[in-house]
Structures are given as C-alpha cells and as structure tokens.
C-alpha cells in the first residue's frame, strides 16, 4: 500500500517531521529527509500492526491531491511511502483457492509489473476491499 505523507522540512538545527494524515497520531522524524521517510514506513506499520490486533482492517490510503487541498496542509510538502502489508504478520499460511485461468494470468501479469507477487498482490487486494468495506 502507498501511504501518503506530509513533511516538514528540517534545517541544521531542526529534524524532519513526517505525518500520516490518514492515520491519526501516526507519525515520524528524522535528522535527514530520507531518515524520516524510513521512519515513516517503520511508524505506518506498527500503527497497522497495532489496528490489525484490536481487529480493525487497515485504513486505506487517500488520494494525494485530495489531501493536498486540505487547509490544513498548505504549505508541507509531500511524499509516499510504500508499505509492504507482509510485514504485518510474523506467519504465513498456504491456503488452496480455484480460480479462472485467465483471471490468473492477469493478476500474475498485473502482480509482476507493479513489482508484487501474486500472494502479495491479493493479500492488497483483499485489505483494500476489507478497508473500504469498514469506511
């Protein structure tokens, strides 16, 4: 999942701040910008780690310019931060699921040109789902 993330910008004396609008409290810093922005992954993942064991499906992520347009926001500058969801769990499990052939081949095709695997890919896919579900 691509996260969205605001920044505010450092300086010699100031670290870098990273904000995750959507998801409240979410947060980071660093002395360096790219510092920051791995702080931010690491952040996103123990706030999901933390939803997923009170039972609550991850928040999925806002549009960017959406978030761009919020007063709130004027005047930061922003990133993304993608987040691999697999790092969530410590176990996976082999499951056995029935699928078209053709179905098949375009997710592997789709999986394999946006860098995924196929498990990876529908393990997305189905939290998205179950993220939108939630809203």
Not at 81 to 92: M, N, Q, R, T
Not at 112 to 132: D, N, V, Y
Request: charged share 30%; aromatic share 6%; net charge negative.
């Amino acid at each position: 999942m691509r996260y969205p993330i605001a920044i505010e910008l450092g300086d010699g004396k100031h670290a870098y701040g990273v904000v995750v609008p959507d998801l409240p409290g979410c947060f980071s810093a660093g002395d360096t910008l790219d510092e920051a922005i791995a702080n931010a992954e690491e952040a996103i993942l123990l706030y999901l780690e933390d939803a997923a064991d009170a039972g609550k499906a991850p928040v999925a992520p806002t549009a960017l310019e959406k978030l761009r347009r919020r007063k709130e926001w004027r005047g930061w500058t922003w990133g993304v931060v993608e987040v691999d969801i697999a790092k969530l769990s410590s176990k996976a499990t082999r499951v056995n699921i029935t699928l078209p052939d053709r179905l098949l081949d375009t997710i592997d095709r789709h999986a394999r040109q946006h860098g995924e695997s196929r498990s990876g890919f529908l393990a997305r896919a189905a939290i998205e789902a179950l993220s939108r579900d939630a809203a």
